[in-house]
């Protein structure tokens, strides 16, 4: 394997894992903050139960969250050092910030996992919903961090150096705000849809019906208010990249041809000898009113920038195709769920429709994965956009290709541990979980 392309491939495979258990990080603890909150006002064990489970998984996750992340800083350094060189005084601000968030994150949780029955109520409740706040913050600063890899400002560039840098300006770039809007966004649709599909698994199996009855109507409802942002919040981030990066929005859409109503395209098989998309299906002047509001505003295409700027096209045009897709289905079944909560409340009991949120867990993480691959891959060739080319930042060092290969069996066994962990959690709600089980009170009993 080349030396390059093993270290872009090394960099790939660890954002999207650490991408699943940053999301995780950022979005469970709001769910198990809400199920203590319930707990608090209604005085329900199950709630407590709950509660405690969730806050198991939370910790077990912000482990191997931890692990990744400590992983891919090393990875910055060991496989780009060239962009390290130059971009880390720059945008080093969010990192060290991050890292703040973190220790915040890791002294919350201790709290809260051993502070039952020994801290105020509402104290306690506090340190998991801070558990949450920080995990969030966390993912909003690395975020932050990645927006100027596309935006890149706060210095000047003069003769190859870099001078005059301001590291709150590139923190709070023109990026930011709309990939951290939209990530937040997918984070809570994913992990909600994620969640909801292992509790109704459970249902559907008859297996603590009440337990996870009440874990899945609160995953569903954080799900919901992801999959009905999203499309507002990648609106807002497809309008960014039209104006910062009009080449990586010609890419996503296959847009060869610079034109006024310019038409949204579906599907289509992109053909960059010929210049073309072939069979797409075409939605007039839909795309100039995404991009601007105006459904004859001229669109760039392709052909109006270099050809060694181009990133693939497929790759980009097939990743954002699986992101609205997927997208839009998790919508559709968003919409379904509501019509059955107030105008079907038998059809919530129903096990076609617990049928198809199992079906959909893991639709909210593919869309995420290909979102971030529309971002990433749509920067290439750019390391930092329009001023370092990947090729220039990559290590001189050989055999990078042994270096994939090790970490790619670090995060496969990450992965495996993780899952046998999670199982383990689900099993043992009926003993140490749910107070309506008979198993869980014969424990009780013993002990």
């Given at each position: 394997?080349?030396?390059?392309?093993?270290?872009?491939?090394?960099?790939?495979?660890?954002?999207?894992?650490?991408?699943?258990?940053?999301?995780?990080?950022?979005?469970?603890?709001?769910?198990?903050?809400?199920?203590?909150?319930?707990?608090?006002?209604?005085?329900?064990?199950?709630?407590?139960?709950?509660?405690?489970?969730?806050?198991?998984?939370?910790?077990?996750?912000?482990?191997?969250?931890?692990?990744?992340?400590?992983?891919?800083?090393?990875?910055?350094?060991?496989?780009?050092?060239?962009?390290?060189?130059?971009?880390?005084?720059?945008?080093?601000?969010?990192?060290?910030?991050?890292?703040?968030?973190?220790?915040?994150?890791?002294?919350?949780?201790?709290?809260?996992?051993?502070?039952?029955?020994?801290?105020?109520?509402?104290?306690?409740?506090?340190?998991?919903?801070?558990?949450?706040?920080?995990?969030?913050?966390?993912?909003?600063?690395?975020?932050?961090?990645?927006?100027?890899?596309?935006?890149?400002?706060?210095?000047?560039?003069?003769?190859?150096?870099?001078?005059?840098?301001?590291?709150?300006?590139?923190?709070?770039?023109?990026?930011?705000?709309?990939?951290?809007?939209?990530?937040?966004?997918?984070?809570?649709?994913?992990?909600?849809?994620?969640?909801?599909?292992?509790?109704?698994?459970?249902?559907?199996?008859?297996?603590?019906?009440?337990?996870?009855?009440?874990?899945?109507?609160?995953?569903?409802?954080?799900?919901?208010?992801?999959?009905?942002?999203?499309?507002?919040?990648?609106?807002?981030?497809?309008?960014?990249?039209?104006?910062?990066?009009?080449?990586?929005?010609?890419?996503?859409?296959?847009?060869?041809?610079?034109?006024?109503?310019?038409?949204?395209?579906?599907?289509?098989?992109?053909?960059?000898?010929?210049?073309?998309?072939?069979?797409?299906?075409?939605?007039?002047?839909?795309?100039?009113?995404?991009?601007?509001?105006?459904?004859?505003?001229?669109?760039?295409?392709?052909?109006?920038?270099?050809?060694?700027?181009?990133?693939?096209?497929?790759?980009?045009?097939?990743?954002?195709?699986?992101?609205?897709?997927?997208?839009?289905?998790?919508?559709?079944?968003?919409?379904?769920?509501?019509?059955?909560?107030?105008?079907?409340?038998?059809?919530?009991?129903k096990n076609w429709l617990l049928k198809t949120f199992l079906i959909a867990t893991p639709f909210g993480y593919i869309a995420l994965e290909a979102g971030w691959t529309v971002t990433e891959v749509g920067?290439?060739?750019?390391?930092?956009?329009?001023?370092?080319?990947?090729?220039?930042?990559?290590?001189?060092?050989?055999?990078?290709?042994?270096?994939?290969?090790?970490?790619?069996?670090?995060?496969?066994?990450?992965?495996?541990?993780?899952?046998?962990?999670?199982?383990?959690?689900?099993?043992?709600?009926?003993?140490?979980?749910?107070?309506?089980?008979?198993?869980?009170?014969?424990?009780?009993?013993?002990?």
């Open positions: 394997m080349d030396d390059f392309i093993a270290a872009r491939a090394q960099m790939a495979l660890s954002l999207g894992f650490h991408i699943i258990f940053s999301c995780v990080g950022m979005v469970m603890p709001f769910l198990m903050a809400f199920a203590h909150w319930k707990y608090l006002k209604t005085k329900n064990e199950v709630y407590k139960g709950l509660t405690k489970a969730w806050s198991k998984g939370v910790a077990i996750l912000f482990a191997t969250g931890a692990v990744s992340g400590t992983m891919l800083s090393f990875e910055l350094g060991l496989l780009w050092p060239g962009f390290m060189k130059h971009a880390g005084p720059i945008f080093g601000m969010p990192f060290s910030l991050e890292g703040t968030a973190f220790f915040i994150e890791a002294i919350a949780i201790g709290f809260f996992l051993y502070g039952w029955d020994k801290f105020n109520k509402w104290f306690h409740w506090f340190c998991g919903f801070l558990v949450g706040v920080s995990g969030l913050a966390s993912g909003i600063l690395v975020v932050a961090a990645n927006s100027w890899m596309n935006s890149p400002t706060g210095f000047d560039y003069i003769n190859g150096q870099y001078l005059n840098i301001d590291p709150i300006k590139a923190m709070l770039n023109d990026a930011w705000f709309p990939q951290a809007l939209h990530m937040t966004v997918a984070a809570f649709c994913a992990t909600g849809f994620a969640v909801a599909g292992v509790h109704a698994f459970m249902i559907i199996r008859k297996r603590n019906i009440e337990f996870h009855t009440k874990a899945f109507r609160i995953a569903v409802g954080f799900a919901l208010i992801g999959a009905f942002g999203a499309p507002l919040s990648g609106d807002i981030a497809a309008k960014s990249v039209a104006e910062r990066q009009p080449i990586k929005l010609a890419a996503m859409e296959a847009h060869f041809e610079t034109e006024k109503g310019a038409s949204f395209i579906i599907g289509g098989i992109p053909d960059e000898e010929k210049e073309e998309v072939k069979y797409a299906v075409k939605i007039p002047k839909v795309l100039s009113f995404l991009v601007s509001n105006d459904f004859n505003a001229e669109v760039k295409g392709l052909k109006d920038f270099p050809r060694d700027e181009w990133p693939p096209i497929a790759v980009v045009h097939y990743a954002f195709q699986i992101m609205i897709f997927f997208g839009m289905v998790m919508i559709g079944i968003g919409v379904i769920y509501l019509y059955s909560f107030f105008f079907r409340k038998e059809w919530l009991s920067r290439q060739p750019w390391i930092i956009y329009g001023v370092m080319r990947t090729i220039d930042a990559v290590t001189p060092m050989p055999g990078i290709q042994y270096s994939f290969y090790f970490f790619t069996a670090i995060f496969i066994s990450l992965s495996l541990i993780l899952v046998f962990l999670l199982k383990r959690q689900i099993q043992m709600v009926p003993k140490l979980y749910d107070p309506t089980d008979s198993q869980f009170n014969d424990k009780n009993k013993k002990s």
